[in-house]
């Protein structure tokens, strides 16, 4: 299996710019997480599915993030408007029932300009 | 008080000495821990995890749990340079079945 995959490995916009960071998890998983991690916070949950619906999004920063996912392989997290404070790094995981062991995509370096 | 806390470092320990990172956790009810090595600009891998009390064994790496002191630690044998990483300490807390809480990390550096 080829892991998460997540696109694009790095994101440079300007302030008030749209971006919409992907992420397709491994296939069989049914739990999908999203992250951002920072030096002053560290890893941070954002929102994470089950079967495709949210089941936690209380993680979210605020209404300018938001996140879907119309099938089991694919799933994003948008930003609109973007901000320089939500430069990060944004990470993808996902497990799948019975095993709560999260596998990590190589993440999106997202630098707001 | 944060739900999963650890020492942030940098935790120095020369090559071959044995390398050891704690963690403790605020929910009384959790009930999975795992431990992930994070390098530099890397994602996070999973390297261990627990469930019960007691020591859990992997090649170098020693996995330790005490539920009655709320306290998860992971010990590293026969340190390499190649350990050098930041250790994300991670808890499932009750109630949260799949939902991970991270520490902060703790930042390994193996001196040659």
């Known amino acids: 299996d080829a892991g998460v995959i997540q696109s694009p490995r790095h994101e440079v916009t300007e302030m008030g710019q749209e971006v919409t960071l992907r992420c397709k998890p491994i296939?069989?998983?049914?739990?999908l997480f999203w992250y951002r991690q920072t030096m002053m916070r560290g890893l941070e949950l954002l929102i994470y599915?089950?079967?495709?619906?949210?089941?936690?999004d209380s993680g979210m920063p605020e209404d300018r993030f938001s996140a879907k996912m119309p099938n089991a392989s694919f799933s994003t997290l948008k930003i609109q408007p973007s901000e320089p404070r939500d430069s990060a790094v944004y990470f993808c995981a996902s497990s799948f029932t019975g095993k709560d062991i999260q596998y990590f995509g190589a993440g999106t370096r997202l630098s707001v300009l | 008080q944060k739900e999963v806390e650890q020492n942030s470092g940098p935790l120095s320990v020369p090559e071959g000495a044995i390398a050891s990172l704690n963690c403790t956790y605020s929910d009384r009810g959790s009930q999975s821990f795992f431990w992930y090595r994070q390098y530099s600009g890397k994602s996070p891998e999973l390297i261990m995890f627990i469930y019960s009390n007691g020591d859990k064994e992997d090649g170098r790496f020693t996995a330790q749990l005490n539920k009655a002191s709320q306290y998860v630690s992971l010990l590293i044998r026969d340190s390499q340079p190649s350990d050098s990483a930041t250790y994300l300490c991670?808890?499932?807390?009750?109630?949260?079945?799949?939902?991970?809480?991270f520490g902060t990390g703790t930042k390994l550096q193996v001196i040659p």
């Open positions: 991670a808890v499932t807390l009750s109630g949260g079945y799949q939902k991970v809480t």
């Open positions: 296939s069989g998983h049914d739990y």
């Open positions: 599915f089950n079967n495709n619906v949210p089941i936690d």
